[in-house]
Structures are given as structure tokens and as C-alpha cells.
């Protein structure tokens, strides 16, 4: 699987992009995407089983097995990333020991927020908190 995360484009162009790559997916607000990797082999069934199986999270498109773990396409608007994390954890055991994390494209700010929020256990955290929802525009500018 290939991903890619295309920022501010026109509704022309997310038509113009349909047209000349006409069998691609595309996920509008993007979705989470995660390459989770299981240190014990045994543990990736019973992973991919509590993503993908009956009573999976709600906000999980899909769960692929892959060599080592599990590659995750998250609707974080369905399903918060913290509780996904959480899920991983119960099943493969918490922290770098047991799994490693990897997200395949940026993680959007709102995602972020939601996570150190519940981590945290500061509910009032939202994006102005955030160190880049301010120095991006700059650098942007920067650039320019």
C-alpha cells in the first residue's frame, strides 16, 4: 500500500486528481495510519482480531496483518487515537517493549491534541496549546 497526505487542495483539484488517478482511495478528513509493530509474534492474531473482528472500534477501516504486527487505517472522528492506543496496549502490553508505533503520515493536530489530552487527563487541552498550530503558518510564510 502506498499513502500520501495532500494538504489544501480545491475541490477542482481533488476532481482533477480523481480523474487522472481514477482508482485511488481518497480519505476526506485523512485518516490516522498506523504501522504497529508486535515484538511477540503470537500477540498479532489476538491484535488484529480486537481491530478487525465483530466487536472492532467503529473508527477502524481497516487492519491488515503485516509481517511484524498490524497496519492500521484510523477515522479518528469515530474511534479517539487514545483509545486505540489503549486497545493496543491491552493486547500486546503497553509500551516500546511489547510494540512499536509508527505512524505513516503526519498525525493532524486535532489527533494529537485529543491524545495528550486524554494522556494527560487535561481535558480543556486544545489546539492553541499547541506550539505549532503557530509556527507553522510562519514557517510557511518563510518559505514563500
Known sequence: ?????????????????RRRFSGVRIDEPP???LDVEVCDPNAIPRLRQALAGRAA????????RTISGVLIELDDAR?????????I???????????RICP????????LVRLAAATLHV???DETR???????????????
Open 89 to 99: 496496549d491491552a493486547e500486546v502490553g503497553p509500551g516500546p517493549a511489547a510494540r
Open 31 to 33: 485518516l490516522i495510519v
Open 57 to 64: 472500534p467503529v473508527g477502524v477501516v481497516s487492519a491488515l
Open 130 to 144: 499547541l506550539i505549532e498550530t503557530y509556527s507553522e503558518p510562519l514557517l510557511k510564510r518563510a518559505r514563500a
Open 104 to 111: 505513516l503520515l503526519e498525525l493532524p493536530d486535532r489527533a
Open 79 to 87: 474511534t479517539p487515537l487514545a483509545f486505540l492506543m489503549d486497545l
Open 1 to 17: 500500500m502506498t499513502y500520501a497526505l495532500v494538504e489544501d487542495v480545491t475541490d477542482d483539484g481533488v476532481r482533477a486528481f
Open 123 to 125: 481535558p480543556e487541552l
